[in-house]
């Protein structure tokens, strides 16, 4: 079945060491969107790319980066986690960039940060 | 983005109807109105989305005020896999704005 593939599904990281989460997916969507969802509240949207065209939050920390090798994957890089960044990261993907299109998201990524 | 309004919980039984409101005052005349609903442990999922006129699909049915300030989610029978947060979101653009939603227990 086609669909939004999130590794690892959990990944422990330490304070301030770099981490990278991955997505992929196999709908061949032009758009890649990358939230963060903390504990009990709703996901924040992050950024997102469409096709290379890069689309950052304005709120959304330095801290934060993303990756678009290709239209199949995308990375979020975290160059230094705080504790505040533990959280569940979520990918997802959508065919165009309109109003109408859903957004199929993938499982999730759990982030813990000692 | 305009914001919606929704009761942080509602309870159900099971095999009974489901009405989930969301007050959305401030829309304007490009917002679509969006549900997604978010299974424990789970990404969101698409639910329905509608404009003007009343939805229908496999998984629910969406009623828009005629004023399109308010909307009602409607699940014809729950079951114990519709507990769910369901999310009301306004959308005149790619990107999806979440509120609180509404946490849905369903009873069996």
């Known amino acids: 079945d086609a669909m939004v593939i999130q590794n690892p599904r959990y990944q422990v990281t330490q304070f301030g060491k770099p981490v990278t989460l991955s997505c992929s997916q196999t709908l061949n969507h032009n758009v890649m969107y990358w939230y963060q969802q903390k504990s009990s509240q709703a996901p924040k949207l992050l950024f997102h790319y469409y096709d290379k065209d890069f689309n950052n939050e304005a709120d959304t920390p330095d801290n934060f980066q993303s990756r678009r090798p290709n239209t199949s994957f995308c990375f979020l890089d975290i160059r230094s986690p705080g504790l505040g960044d533990a959280a569940m990261y979520l990918c997802?993907?959508?065919?165009?960039?309109?109003?109408?299109?859903?957004?199929?998201f993938g499982p999730g990524t759990r982030l813990t940060v000692t | 983005d305009a914001k919606t309004t929704q009761p942080n919980s509602m309870e159900s039984n099971e095999e009974e109807p489901v009405h989930l409101p969301c007050n959305h005052s401030t829309i304007s005349g490009t917002d679509y109105i969006h549900w997604y609903r978010q299974l424990p442990s789970q990404g969101p999922e698409y639910v329905i989305h509608?404009?003007?006129s009343n939805v229908n699909n496999r998984m629910a049915s969406l009623a828009i005020a005629e004023d399109r300030k308010s909307s009602t989610l409607i699940l014809h029978r729950a079951t114990l896999r519709d507990a769910a947060v369901y999310y009301c979101?306004?959308?005149?653009?790619?990107?999806?704005?979440f509120g609180q939603g509404t946490t849905l227990q369903v009873k069996p």
């Open positions: 509608g404009l003007t």
């Open positions: 997802a993907t959508s065919r165009e960039p309109t109003p109408t299109g859903e957004q199929y």
């Open positions: 979101i306004l959308r005149d653009d790619r990107k999806l704005i």
